[in-house]
């Protein structure tokens, strides 16, 4: 049950700029508010993950004042602070190792090197400037463009962009080990 609960809380997630996207067209953003609240509770009742609590904490809020200031722009801002969140995470893990991407690198490669570490350790600061830069995109798109350009930049092309880095920095990886291990030899 737990696992079904994640996967549509996840798929809630993603698709989180649609349902803005169509409750605001709608005029229906009462329940996209009450959509990111409700998951945001399940996300804090969770009590996993506590590197994650920036961005369930943005979500309550966002929802909430979305409802109580009777205005959809906070559903729109959701994104820019999803941002603001994963800079936060991804930053602090380099003042609390392992960084965030040798986390990842590790789920796949447990023994990995202490030239992988440093690699992995640049490669998080690339993803701090990535949700920076991001985040000004989001925010751009909350205020200086429609709703239908919010939705195609937040609902599509940050996530390819997010995918496209994650994949760019496995190969890169992978490229930068094998040159290190062709040097040790």
Known sequence: MKKLLHAVVV???IAYPFLVGWG???GHFFWVSMILIGLGVIRLLSKKQQLLWPLTLFAILCGSLSLFLNSGIWLKLYPV???IGGLVIFASTLFRPPSMIERFARLIEPDLPETGVR???KVTKVW???FALNGLISL???YLTSTQVWVWYNGFLSYVLMGLLLLGEY????????IDQQSKT
């Open 11 to 13: 798929v809630l997630l």
């Open 24 to 26: 605001l067209a709608q």
């Open 81 to 83: 602070m999803m941002s």
């Open 119 to 121: 690699w992995t350790r």
């Open 128 to 130: 701090c400037y990535f």
């Open 140 to 142: 751009t798109t909350v």
């Open 171 to 178: 190969i890169l990886r992978k490229r930068q080990m094998r």
